[in-house]
C-alpha cells in the first residue's frame, strides 16, 4: 500500500482538495490514517449488511471511493441482491474496476455495477441499504437534505441508511478539544505539522462538516423511525437511520 506523501513538502498555493488519481493512489493509507475508527465502521458496515441486505434489492455505496464498503458488503449480501458503488472521480472508479476485475468473487456472489455520477444524480429505487461513508460531507450543504429524503424514498420498509461523518460542535471547547485530539492521532500516524496544516487548508471549502443533532433532526424530520448515533471517536461520527415498515 502505497504511503501518503502528497503534502509533506511546502507549495507556494495549496488547492483546493480533489479527489485525483494522485489522491487515489495512496488513498487507502490517508484515509486510515486520517480518520479514527475507519477500519471499525467498515467492520460494522459489513456486520450491517448481513442484517439488512435483502434478496432482490439494490444497496448503494454513494461515494464508494476503492471500493472498500462495496466489497465488505458483497461478503454478506444474497446472490440477488445488486451492489451498485456510485463515486464521482474517474481516478477512483478506475482503480476500482481494475481492482474487481482481478479479484475473483464467490460463485454466488452478487452483482456489483460501477456509475462514474453524482450522488446527487442518481436514481436510486428499492434499496434495502444505503451507505454514506464520509461522502455527505462533500456534497455541498444546499443539497444534503434533497440527497437524503432521495435516499429514504427509495428505501424499502426496514431499508437502513448508514451516514459516517466528519462532525463538528456548537460548544466551542468540544469543538477545539475534539479537534485537537483529532490532529493528535494524525500526529501519531506520522502525519507533520506542515502536512496536516497544508492538508487542513486545502479541505477548508471542500468538507463542511456539520453537528451531530444537525443530522440526527434533519433525519427524523425526512422520516427515519429509528435515528441512531452509534459510533464516534472525536470529531467523526457514524449514524445508522432505518426506515420503518408502516404499522
Ligand atoms: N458529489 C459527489 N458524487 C459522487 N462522489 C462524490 C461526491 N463528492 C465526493 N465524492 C466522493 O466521495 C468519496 C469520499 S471518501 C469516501 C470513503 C469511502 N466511502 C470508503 O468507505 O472508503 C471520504 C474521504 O475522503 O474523507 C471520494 O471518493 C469522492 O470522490
Ligand atoms: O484528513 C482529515 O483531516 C480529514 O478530515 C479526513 C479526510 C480523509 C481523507 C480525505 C479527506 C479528508
Redo the contacts with the bound molecule.
Keep these: 500500500m502505497s504511503r501518503d506523501n502528497l503534502y509533506s513538502l511546502p507549495r507556494d498555493r495549496v488547492g483546493q482538495f480533489q479527489?485525483d488519481a494522485d489522491v487515489a493512489d495512496v488513498?487507502p493509507d490517508?484515509?486510515s490514517r486520517?480518520?479514527p475508527g475507519?477500519a471499525s465502521i467498515?467492520s460494522v458496515i459489513e456486520q450491517l449488511a448481513g442484517r439488512f441486505v435483502r434478496p432482490a434489492t439494490n444497496v448503494y455505496?454513494?461515494?464508494?471511493?476503492?471500493?472498500?464498503?462495496t466489497l465488505l458488503i458483497r461478503n454478506q449480501a444474497p446472490p440477488s441482491a445488486t451492489l451498485h458503488a456510485?463515486?464521482?472521480?474517474s481516478a477512483?472508479i478506475d482503480r476500482l474496476r481494475k481492482r474487481l476485475d482481478q479479484q475473483s468473487a464467490r460463485p454466488d456472489a452478487c452483482g456489483i455495477e460501477l456509475h462514474l455520477?453524482?450522488?446527487?444524480d442518481v436514481n436510486l429505487s428499492n434499496a434495502s441499504m444505503i451507505?454514506l461513508?464520509?461522502?455527505l460531507?462533500?456534497?455541498p450543504a444546499a443539497q444534503r437534505r434533497r440527497l437524503l429524503q432521495t435516499c429514504f424514498d427509495a428505501l424499502v420498509p426496514g431499508g437502513g441508511l448508514l451516514l459516517s461523518e466528519?462532525v463538528c460542535f456548537e460548544d466551542p471547547g468540544q469543538q477545539s478539544l475534539l479537534t485537537e485530539l483529532h490532529l493528535d492521532f494524525k500526529r501519531a500516524c506520522g502525519y507533520s505539522e506542515l502536512e496536516i496544516a497544508q492538508k487542513r487548508t486545502s479541505l477548508e471549502n471542500t468538507?463542511i462538516p456539520e453537528s451531530i443533532p444537525t443530522h440526527t433532526d434533519r433525519l427524523k424530520e425526512i422520516g427515519f423511525g429509528v435515528v441512531a448515533p452509534w459510533f464516534q471517536c472525536f470529531n467523526f461520527a457514524s449514524i445508522l437511520a432505518v426506515k420503518s415498515a408502516p404499522s
Design positions: 479527489f488513498f490517508m484515509i486520517s480518520v475507519y467498515l455505496d454513494l461515494g464508494c471511493s476503492l471500493g472498500a464498503a456510485v463515486d464521482n472521480s477512483m455520477a453524482d450522488v446527487c451507505v461513508n464520509f461522502t460531507q462533500f456534497v466528519k468538507l
